[in-house]
């Protein structure tokens, strides 16, 4: 697997601009029900995009589990349920919890 | 949506004291307004109920208290309109306070703004709603820890029963400004203090917020700041240099005022997991799974709408008040009383064909109430149990293909009860794209309550007729929205939508929910209705009304039908459900074949809307798209009913 921001294979985290310690991540439209994962780059094409991200509680750190993809993706967090569309979730940049 | 009711006068005295109940969406914010002020405000489960500022007024120990309720907002940096609005009435320099209503059990998701809010150097008081909710569920916070660490009151309230409601009137008309204004640490807050002290306005908390927003890419305020700070260019390549972006810097903000909230949180909230209701959870898959999903809103159209609306309120209610209430009870007493009118032209205009109790008082206490009642209970159920927001994610993929997005769900249905009102609350649609193709939808293919109630109790003798009448609504709905998603310029629409919980109705405020819709209802109608009776009964009298009614009957006789269908069409003019109401006698004499009949209902329901839909268009979307949409609709109108009347001529059995 290839670090999503900068293509490179994952040796160590020396050096990197990100500065996170965690490389392998993935589009939290990618996962399937049942997942958990947390939030670790917001992607968006938009300022108003990533509006709607901060206003559904989606903010780097925060964990969160997939409950359903299909009509549109359904996450819990923070004890709170929300929803949000294939496009929208594309944005949201996430680590697998282990 | 919530009606605003008395405004509030302006002018202030030192025993007035001000309360804005500010938080995110359906956390209580109207219902603790009720309990207050005494006065309604529409209250569902789901979010964006209000889309106006409530004002009220009452008085408390001798003291006038004024409370602004605003519509709900994630966060002071705003989406859509309606935030802005509601930020506006929060931030601003009025001496008020602040009252941040959170709900209970989802304390880590609103702390965040509690900071912000607390930034301005106003009194705030924090009001922990839902509180019962939160204790089923095992998740009651410490408000004494709470608040102590804040700084501020922190009261647990449950506003549907009044717990609490005193004691946060209490500690809010005590509170005062706080000690600690919870600045951000130290990364941000010399970017802006540089921009605060560049305006000179270091005593004005709502600047220094300003400026925060300014720094994450708020329009507004960056343009307050820019014209106030002479040195906002190099404080904003200061920010860019380190957070690349506004956006870089409203993420970092965000994440560091969560930070601080879930430090403060530390031992306020219970451990342990969520304790999830084991039944909702079940009801909630179901209700969001497309394989059951949509039988279940089968089921509900089924139900609530073809049997409830169309069969008791348009059928059964509406015949018991016509044949009985009307018919033998008030046409004789009205007869007896105005023959005694010497002048026979006064006398048609109290109880003529076009008088104001045949016509006026008649559809619109006789044939539109009982639907319209129907109809706003059966919608106040689905409100108020939270399965509209499920039914908005069921149904996002196929909005998106007509250029919306599920959030429009909510207009959309409430205009199955009235078109104006829902016109009004196209307002929650994000972008002015969503807002004018629901409006030209709603114009044109959502037939309101009266319209639906009466079209099926015509059509239900032959239910080919309903189902034709049915699918060629669903045609032009997805054709019409097609062609407008294709040719209106703008992004397409994102949906996202935070899921509250299932809840069970309760009979109380589905009660007065009801009522209240219905009053304002009725308000905005009967005058309608008696003016338009008055101006029938002088068309009639000066010979206007034949002439009009005659230049509409080439027109009516294109599309198939006879002369005297011409009249309900120019009803229809006055108010969609008139129309409607004019066509329900038209059937009752017996003068339509099923093929008239069905062109006559697709017709009258694609046809303009009503006078009060149209001032409402007006006022919401500008002259330009109202008349665009008024042109739109007639011409469909006549075009596919006349189409409709040509195939279904030449079908057996219907002409």
């Given at each position: 697997m290839k670090c999503t921001m900068c293509g490179a294979v994952p040796t160590g985290c020396e050096g990197c601009p990100i500065g996170s310690s965690i490389f392998?991540?993935?589009?939290?439209?990618?996962?399937?029900?049942?997942?958990?994962?947390?939030?670790?780059?917001?992607?968006?094409?938009?300022?108003?995009?990533?509006?709607?991200?901060?206003?559904?509680?989606?903010?780097?750190?925060?964990?969160?589990?997939?409950?359903?993809?299909?009509?549109?993706?359904?996450?819990?967090?923070?004890?709170?349920?929300?929803?949000?569309?294939?496009?929208?979730?594309?944005?949201?940049?996430?680590?697998l919890a282990a | 949506m919530s009606t605003a009711v008395r405004p509030a006068p302006q002018e202030k005295s030192a025993s007035l004291a001000r309360l804005v109940l500010v938080g995110a969406p359906n956390v209580g914010k109207s219902a603790l307004f009720g309990r207050l002020t005494g006065i309604y405000a529409v209250v569902s489960n789901?979010?964006?109920?209000?889309?106006?500022?409530?004002?009220?007024?009452?008085?408390?120990?001798?003291?006038?208290?004024?409370?602004?309720?605003?519509?709900?907002?994630?966060?002071?940096?705003?989406?859509?309109?309606?935030?802005?609005v509601a930020r506006r009435a929060a931030v601003n320099?009025?001496?008020?306070?602040?009252?941040?209503?959170?709900?209970?059990?989802?304390?880590?998701?609103?702390?965040?703004?509690?900071?912000?809010?607390?930034?301005?150097?106003?009194?705030?008081v924090v009001a922990c709603n839902l509180l019962d909710e939160a204790r089923r569920e095992r998740r009651a916070p410490d408000l004494a820890m709470l608040s102590e660490r804040l700084g501020v009151p922190v009261v647990g309230t449950v506003a549907t029963t009044g717990e609490g409601v005193e004691a946060l009137l209490a500690a809010a008309l005590a509170a005062e400004v706080p000690v600690d204004g919870w600045s951000l640490p130290e990364p941000f807050s010399p970017l802006v203090t540089q921009l605060v002290q560049a305006a000179g306005t270091e005593g004005r908390g709502g600047f220094r917020l300003a400026a925060e927003l300014a720094l994450s890419g708020d329009e507004a305020s960056e343009r307050e700041v820019r014209a106030a700070s002479p040195c906002w260019s190099e404080v904003a390549a200061a920010r860019d240099q380190r957070w690349t972006s506004a956006e870089g810097f409203a993420v970092a903000v965000a994440t560091a005022r969560r930070r601080m909230a879930?430090?403060?949180?530390?031992?306020?909230?219970?451990?342990?997991?969520?304790?999830?209701?084991?039944?909702?959870?079940?009801?909630?898959?179901?209700?969001?799974?497309?394989?059951?999903?949509?039988?279940?809103?089968?089921l509900v159209l089924y139900f609530g709408f073809y049997k409830f609306v169309g069969g008791f309120g348009a059928q059964t209610a509406v015949d018991w008040l016509d044949h009985v209430v009307f018919t033998r009870w008030v046409a004789p007493i009205a007869g007896a009383a105005t023959a005694l009118i010497p002048w026979s032209a006064a006398r048609d205009?109290?109880?003529?064909?076009?008088?104001?109790?045949?016509?006026?008082?008649?559809?619109?206490?006789?044939?539109?109430?009982?639907?319209?009642?129907?109809?706003?209970?059966?919608?106040?159920?689905?409100?108020?149990?939270?399965?509209?927001p499920r039914l908005a994610l069921l149904l996002d993929r196929a909005l998106k293909k007509v250029g919306l997005s599920g959030r429009a769900v909510i207009p959309l249905v409430l205009g199955f009860g009235c078109n104006t009102m829902a016109t009004l609350v196209t307002r929650t649609l994000e972008t002015r794209r969503e807002r004018v193709i629901a409006t030209l939808l709603l114009a044109l293919a959502i037939p309101c309550s009266a319209q639906l109630g009466v079209v099926l109790g015509i059509l239900s003798a032959w239910p080919g007729a309903v189902v034709v009448w049915g699918l060629v609504l669903v045609l032009v709905f997805l054709t019409v929205g097609r062609l407008a998603a294709l040719f209106l310029p703008g992004a397409p629409p994102s949906f996202y939508l935070e899921l509250p919980r299932l809840r069970a109705p309760r009979?109380?405020?589905?009660?007065?929910?009801?009522?209240?819709?219905?009053?304002?209802?009725?308000?905005?109608?009967?005058?309608?209705?008696?003016?338009?009776?008055v101006l029938l009964w002088a068309g009639d009298l000066t010979g206007v009304l034949q002439w009009a009614t005659a230049a509409l009957v080439p027109l009516v006789r294109l599309i198939g039908l006879p002369a005297q269908a011409a009249p309900a069409f120019l009803y229809g003019f006055f108010r969609r459900d008139f129309g409607a109401a004019g066509l329900y006698d038209l059937a009752h004499r017996g003068l339509l074949t099923p093929a008239a009949?069905?062109?006559?209902?697709?017709?009258?329901?694609?046809?303009?809307?009503?006078?009060?839909?149209f001032l409402v268009m007006r006022k919401e979307r500008g002259l330009k798209v109202a008349v665009g949409v008024l042109v739109a609709a007639t011409t469909i109108a006549f075009t596919v009913g006349g189409l409709v009347g040509w195939l279904l001529r030449s079908v057996g059995g219907w002409a």
């Open positions: 392998v991540s993935q589009s939290l439209a990618a996962l399937v029900p049942g997942q958990r994962a947390t939030v670790r780059r917001l992607a968006a094409g938009s300022p108003a995009d990533l509006r709607k991200l901060l206003a559904l509680g989606l903010l780097p750190g925060v964990e969160l589990e997939v409950q359903r993809r299909w009509p549109a993706v359904v996450l819990k967090l923070d004890c709170a349920t929300v929803a949000l569309d294939a496009a929208l979730a594309g944005a949201v940049i996430v680590a | 789901y979010p964006g109920t209000s889309v106006e500022i409530m004002r009220g007024r009452f008085a408390s120990g001798g003291r006038d208290v004024d409370v602004i309720d605003t519509p709900g907002m994630y966060a002071l940096l705003s989406i859509s309109e309606e935030e802005r320099d009025e001496p008020q306070t602040i009252v941040h209503v959170v709900e209970a059990a989802h304390l880590e998701r609103s702390l965040p703004m509690t900071l912000q809010l607390l930034s301005l150097g106003r009194p705030v879930l430090a403060l949180l530390d031992g306020v909230l219970p451990g342990g997991g969520d304790v999830a209701d084991g039944g909702a959870r079940m009801l909630d898959r179901l209700a969001l799974s497309p394989w059951t999903g949509i039988p279940i809103v089968a205009l109290v109880n003529g064909p076009y008088g104001l109790i045949n016509l006026g008082l008649r559809y619109a206490f006789a044939i539109v109430l009982p639907i319209v009642t129907a109809f706003f209970l059966v919608f106040a159920l689905l409100e108020d149990s939270g399965y509209l009979l109380g405020n589905v009660l007065r929910k009801t009522g209240a819709r219905v009053r304002w209802y009725f308000a905005e109608i009967l005058p309608l209705f008696l003016l338009a009776s009949l069905t062109t006559a209902a697709v017709t009258i329901t694609l046809f303009v809307p009503c006078i009060a839909q």
